[in-house]
């Protein structure tokens, strides 16, 4: 049986408990989720505080187009 997605009452007892310094285990433990899952969560949230580190200007827009892995070609 799949988990329900994390509430927002989750999510910021998960930001609280990770800024007071507990690591993903121990918060994961304490709301009955996995670990991955936290940090996947704290990923999510902090996704959008995080700058762009690219270092081509004309790199900055985004990311790359959907799917674009599967029109690559490999060299056989």
Known sequence: MPMLPMTDEDLLGVLALWDAGFTGQEIGQRIGRSRNAVLGALHRIRHDERPCHCLKPENRDG????GWWKRRKVAA
């Not at 990311?63 to 959907?66: R, S, T, V």
Request: glycine share 24%; proline share 25%.
């Open 63 to 66: 990311g790359m187009p959907a």
